[in-house]
């Protein structure tokens, strides 16, 4: 181990909020200003860490591992992959982002807000690069309570609702997670040797049976943060009462962690069952792309709205994931930075106007664009990329997702289009009520358009969308090797299977040893 | 027939025992003969922590493990030391809550401090049981001195009624812990461990099992599990605040390592049939304390409700039967001291003369108020309820997986489940702390040296042994495998 980067990336920005936290609360420029620079820290390391990242290998890389509790086998160990690897980036980059955009959203207890986004930032970030099941797990739990604080001081009117509804069901899912990482542990040290590294783990002798309850135990607890239907209902909720930069963080990178999870964890380590989860799987996202597009509709509340079409989006994440071949995945992985991007946009422009009127309710506005050409502008930008119109980003990741599940599933393909048509609706629908036509509300003539300072928020963000959308090779090329190891991976499993002895041990990583264990018989009962 | 030979290794065996003991009589006489107008009453609480910091001492010193006094019916092993450096834990921080807390709601109970040494000196002979009898005099010598304790708010009629529903009931715990004893007895012909280990084989099972069943009952109420948790409530609720503190860890903890070493060295013969009714005594003690604190709107009733569902997990890793489940316990009471000591720590830190300020309610703003106390209080919920990298996390995580491991994964999994329904009530208060305007006025409270310096001890325990378990740990697991 040399640098220690992702070390370094993962734990500054909690240094930064403990020196934050250390500053005077008057005037609230100090700790507002403090935490933006700060912030700032961690995006140029993780710029560093890109340019360090070899694109063409598709295992950890910048691994750093330090023994944590021996008598546990638990390491400090971190890495990072083609999956993690841009969600780092997004992280690290719209943390700033949010912290510029809440200068004015956030008026009360500036300095405890920005402890908790840098907080909430280092918690994200563990958990990407968190390559130890004991690490994973402590940072999952660990970036829940900054978000539970976030939304229940800063948030709306039913802020505490919100915040103990979004607990109860993360710590659900979570724990169910702890009981099924502990049996896998415990099965796997049955060989000797007890380690939480997911690695080592992936070559644990579990029964067709274990398997299917144990990826169900992860896959509930990842389902619940995606969200899939039906475990989607604190999302509504989180994200409305959520004030801008909350709702900017859960859904750019807390959302993430469920489909992050499955690539990460429960796709891996439990190949076979896995992939026999794919009619549960596939049925849920569909349902969600369909359900989400379907509620979304009819809202009032464009925070509502966009919170229900990211019911619907990342529904088109899991497709790509489940699609299980090259196009499919690393259109969901794409995808997931590319909804960070435009529903981060949304959010952060939604409180733009919010600030002014004090109201998100759509027939509120009407005819914004000869008032306020600027935030109408912009607005444009980012609503079609999250439409998916071609030369912006939404387009390559919805693209690649539905062309990978129509090679899988033709019919999961057909039906999440029709998805993809809603969303332009109820997004175009959205937007002609608030800047189109003639100004409705007297009120609404005497809006200020964006300051210097709320433009330098957004366009970074408007920037990224139309690079994607451009020139989305450099994305694809990094992620694309990780795909193909999990693919080979998910194959090899699935194709042990079809010489007839679903109970051979999973194949590890290595095509050699695989041979060497596939030998081993195991005891258990027939799937 | 026991031979009493009484060596140097019988005497080291006995001595932090004899430190705590004597000194807590020394204390009661200095107590008796000093003058209440003249005499500091501080210099009785120096003189007990004294005594406690060599009780702790001595313990950490002086244990070897296989050694004991007595004809091998009280041990100083690893398993005993840990427990008393837990309950010496408990009793010096709850000593250090007393004397600010007691001035303020008009206690002038001289013979306080005195009895916490005690209570102390009865958890540690618990610990260090190996004789049914010796067991019996621990609970006895612990339980009387905290009957008195409940009731030392003498003007309270909360503390008299808690005083005296904790005595009525202990008295009829009492007689069933006897009356098991007597039955165990009749059928092996002893009181040892030791013995009745070796005389089950040839005693009659259904007469074992009922002096088994007995047990159950007597320690059940002593660890306060469901069905025999319905004094716990009102007596945590009534009594002086540093006395419940004293009560929901430390007398909770000699009561579990008392059940544990009982079970997991004399009984494991008979682990299928006792586990069987442990299992449903952890999984209704968790469910109930949960589902119930969940409806309290008093601080220290949700704490009592709370350390009923602490039981439970306990137990749960009893019933694993193994010695890293009796690791586990122990590392755990050790967690649960830090975290449950510093929660209570801070329910004393808000009451004023004439107002306890323990409903929730009383929470509202804090974070503003006093924002470092909110944020230890945060802590301290947090770890109880579980999150890493807090000591109750690791504590909670060792016990699902010595439980996982012995093969009850659908213990483990009702236990995470109610873990996660133990969040709602915690985060409730989060909630009133920091998402609630404060009600009243903003009212300085200054709390003593004393109750900061225990916060204080509380705290990094819960942080320290969050990040770095593995010491303590290893050594509960060490303990526990020496006493096969």
């Given amino acids: 181990m040399d640098f220690p980067l992702l070390s370094l990336i993962t734990w500054s920005p909690l240094a930064a909020a403990i020196v934050v936290s250390l500053l005077p609360k008057e005037p609230v420029s100090i700790p507002q200003r403090a935490a933006f620079g700060l912030a700032l820290i961690p995006f140029l390391l993780s710029l560093v860490m890109l340019a360090q990242f070899d694109g063409s290998v598709g295992t950890l890389q910048l691994t750093e591992t330090v023994p944590w509790m021996p008598s546990l086998g638990v390491y400090y160990s971190i890495g990072v992959d083609g999956f993690s690897l841009w969600l780092i980036l997004l992280t690290t980059f719209l943390t700033p982002v949010v912290i510029l955009a809440a200068w004015t959203d956030i008026q009360h207890r500036v300095k405890e807000f920005m402890f908790f986004m840098l907080l909430l930032e280092s918690g994200m970030l563990g958990a990407l690069v968190a390559t130890d099941l004991f690490l994973f797990f402590m940072f999952w739990e660990l970036m829940l309570f900054p978000m539970v604080f ?33 049996y896998l542990v415990i099965t796997h040290a049955k060989t000797g040797q007890l380690s939480f590294d997911i690695i080592t783990l992936y070559d644990t002798n579990l029964t067709y049976t274990e398997q ?35 709702s900017v963080d859960l859904a750019g990178i807390l959302l993430k962690m469920g489909a992050y999870g499955f690539l990460r964890f429960a796709l891996p380590m439990f190949p076979l069952a896995a992939q026999d989860a794919f009619p549960w799987i596939i049925g849920l996202s569909v349902a969600g792309i369909i359900y989400g597009a379907m509620v979304a509709f009819p809202q009032p509340d464009m925070k509502r709205l966009v919170a229900y079409s990211s019911v619907s989006h990342l529904g088109f994440v899991m497709l790509g994931i489940y699609a299980f071949n090259r196009v499919g ?25 919010y600030d002014r009127r004090h109201t998100r309710q759509i027939s509120e506005y009407g005819g914004l664009w000869s008032v306020v050409p600027i935030f109408s502008s912009l607005f444009l930008v980012v609503t079609l990329s999250s439409i998916g119109l071609p030369g912006l980003n939404g387009f390559v990741g919805e693209f690649l997702i539905l062309m990978g599940a129509y090679r899988a599933h033709a019919w999961a393909a057909a039906i999440a289009t029709i998805g993809v048509i809603l969303g332009a609706g109820y997004m175009l629908t959205m937007y002609k009520h608030v800047v189109f036509g003639p100004v409705t509300k007297e009120v609404n003539k005497t809006l200020r358009d964006l300051t210097p300072r709320e433009i330098a928020a957004v366009v970074p963000v408007i920037v990224m969308i139309v690079w994607m959308g451009v020139y989305p090779k450099p994305f694809i090329d990094r992620i694309e090797p990780t795909v193909n190891v999990l693919l080979q991976r998910l194959e090899r499993a699935g194709a042990s299977r079809h010489m007839g002895d679903a109970q051979r041990p999973i194949a590890s990583r290595d095509g050699d040893e695989r041979l060497a264990t596939a030998s081993v018989p195991t005891p258990g009962e027939a799937p | 027939m026991i031979e009493v030979v009484f060596t140097a290794a019988e005497a080291r065996a006995i001595t932090p025992l004899l430190i705590v003991a004597v000194v807590a009589m020394i204390s009661l006489v200095y107590e008796a003969f000093a003058d209440d107008a003249t005499t500091d009453p501080g210099r009785a609480v120096w003189l007990c922590l004294a005594g406690i910091g060599g009780g702790l001492v001595a313990s950490v010193v002086l244990w070897e493990n296989g050694q004991s006094a007595f004809g091998g019916t009280f041990a100083l092993d690893g398993v005993a030391a840990f427990t008393n450096v837990v309950c010496l834990l408990a009793a010096g921080l709850s000593l250090m809550m007393a004397p600010a807390y007691l001035a303020r709601i008009g206690v002038r109970a001289r013979e306080f401090y005195p009895l916490v040494l005690f209570a102390a000196a009865g958890m540690m002979v618990m610990g260090s049981a190996r004789d049914l009898i010796v067991l019996f005099l621990g609970i006895e010598i612990m339980s009387i001195a905290a009957y008195v304790l409940a009731g030392c708010h003498r003007t309270d009629r909360a503390s008299g009624e808690a005083a005296l529903k904790y005595f009525l009931l202990g008295a009829f715990a009492t007689g069933f812990l006897l009356y098991g004893i007597a ?112 409806a309290q709107n008093n601080v220290k009733r949700m704490l009592a409700y709370s350390s009923i569902a ?29 975290m449950n000591l510093g929660a209570f720590a801070v329910v004393i830190s808000l009451g004023r003369r004439g107002e306890a300020n323990e409903q929730f309610s009383d929470y509202a703003g804090l974070a503003s108020r006093r924002p470092l106390i909110a944020a230890a209080m945060v802590l301290f919920m947090l770890s109880l309820t579980g999150i890493p990298p807090l000591v109750g996390f690791v504590g909670k995580l060792y016990l699902i997986e010595a439980i996982v491991q012995a093969g009850y994964v659908w213990l483990a999994v009702i236990m995470v489940l109610n873990s996660a329904i133990s969040a709602y009530y915690y985060l409730r208060l989060i909630i009133e702390m920091y998402m609630r305007d404060p009600a009243g006025e903003a009212v300085a409270m200054e709390p003593a040296p004393l109750l900061i310096v225990c916060l204080l001890v509380a705290t990094v325990g819960t942080i320290f042994f969050g990040i770095f378990p593995d010491a303590p740990l290893d050594f509960a697991r060490q303990s526990f495998l020496a006493l096969r």
């Avoid at chain 2, 039955?183 to 084989?201: E, N, V």
């Avoid at chain 2, 306990?314 to 489940?325: E, F, K, N, S």
């Fill in chain 1, 329 to 353: 995945m690393t259109g969901g992985v794409l995808q997931m930075v590319n909804h960070g991007l435009s529903t981060g946009g949304l959010f952060i422009l939604i409180g733009f106007i």
């Fill in chain 1, 212 to 246: 299917t309850l144990l990826f169900w135990a992860f896959a509930i607890a990842f389902m619940i943060k995606v969200p899939m239907i039906p475990f989607h209902t604190w999302l509504p909720d989180a994200h409305t009462e959520a004030p801008t930069g909350g």
């Fill in chain 1, 150 to 182: 976030v939304i229940g001081i800063w948030g709306g009117p039913r802020r505490r609702y919100a915040a103990i509804k979004f607990v109860i069901y993360t710590m659900a899912g979570s724990a169910l997670m702890m009981v099924a990482m502990l």
């Fill in chain 2, 310 to 338: 602490h039981a439970g997990y306990l137990l749960a890793a009893i019933v694993a039967g193994t010695p890293r489940g009796g690791g586990a316990v122990l590392f755990y009471l050790l967690a649960y001291a830090f």
């Fill in chain 2, 183 to 294: 039955i165990l007895f009749g059928a092996t012909g002893s009181t040892a461990y030791t013995a009745i280990a070796a005389a089950l084989p040839q005693a009659p099972p259904l007469v074992v099992l009922g002096g088994v069943a007995l047990l159950i009952v007597a320690l059940g109420f002593k660890v306060s599990a469901v069905p025999f948790h319905f004094w716990a409530p009102d007596v945590y609720q009534g009594a002086p605040t540093s006395v419940t503190a004293l009560m929901a860890v430390g007398i909770k903890a000699a009561a579990v390592v008392g059940f544990a070493r009982l079970f997991l060295t004399v009984f494991p013969s008979l682990h299928d049939e006792w586990a069987m009714l442990l299992w449903w005594l952890s999984v209704l003690t968790m469910t109930v304390g949960n589902v119930v604190a969940i």
